[in-house]
């Protein structure tokens, strides 16, 4: 059965901090990995990784996959209050390319 | 643009109750998703579409049913709204070509049923 592993499911810190989210995987026919943020509302798209190796930054956040231990990690560095949010990491599954499945998130509060 | 937009934002629905859940997208996207997000779970997956007339079952559809009679619409319907429906209901959009696959999430509905 396919399976999205998050953890922790939550982590508070303090400003500036460095945080590490991990997403682990079991899927067939394994195409790409997705990183999602959600505040208090819709998600929204962070990252897209399909080649292990491959880091993805994005000013703060970056994201590495890992495709023979089958897992992906999500950093941040110098966090600020407002990456407080739910980080969620999806995988595609079934043959609808668009078909995601999604984990449970990680709850990251960040202190002032 | 307006993305995606859910109709209503806020319901709340007595048990045996009917209603339909209203999503629409601007941005000419082939498939369209229905989640529904509980607390401490992640988005999962009710019902999606991978294009206009055409629907097929999700992780979790048993209570709904849905329509896509137009490209740019998707309906998610209860029938008979039970209790354990109160959730919050995202609708999602995307592409049909290239990798998977950013999706474009709607706001949110939540729905209360007592």
């Known amino acids: 059965e396919d399976k999205v592993v998050q953890s922790p499911l939550s982590l508070v810190v303090h400003e500036g901090d460095t945080v590490t989210l991990n997403c682990s995987y079991e899927v067939t026919n394994f195409r790409s990995l997705l990183w999602y943020k959600q505040e208090k509302k819709a998600p929204t798209f962070l990252f897209m990784l399909t080649s292990s190796g491959i880091e993805k930054k994005s000013g703060r956040l970056s994201s590495i996959l890992d495709k023979k231990e089958l897992f992906s990690i999500l950093n941040i560095t110098a966090t600020q209050t407002g990456d407080s949010a739910v980080y969620l990491c999806a995988v595609p599954r079934g043959s609808t390319l668009g078909r995601l499945y999604f984990g449970r998130g990680t709850q990251l509060t960040v202190w002032p | 643009n307006a993305g995606v937009t859910q109709t209503p934002k806020f319901r709340v629905l007595k048990t045996g109750q009917s209603m339909t859940l209203l999503c629409a997208q601007d941005m000419n996207h082939e498939y369209m998703y229905w989640y529904r997000q509980d607390p401490g779970m992640g988005l999962r997956l009710i019902h999606y579409?991978?294009?206009?007339?055409?629907?097929a079952k999700g992780e979790v559809p048993d209570g709904y049913n849905v329509s896509r009679l137009k490209k740019q619409n998707f309906l998610l319907g209860l029938e008979s709204a039970a209790p354990s429906q109160t959730s919050v209901y995202f609708c999602a959009s995307s592409y049909s070509s290239g990798l998977p696959y950013e999706q474009y999430f709607g706001p949110g509905t939540r729905l209360t049923v007592t």
């Open positions: 579409s991978v294009g206009e007339g055409t629907t």
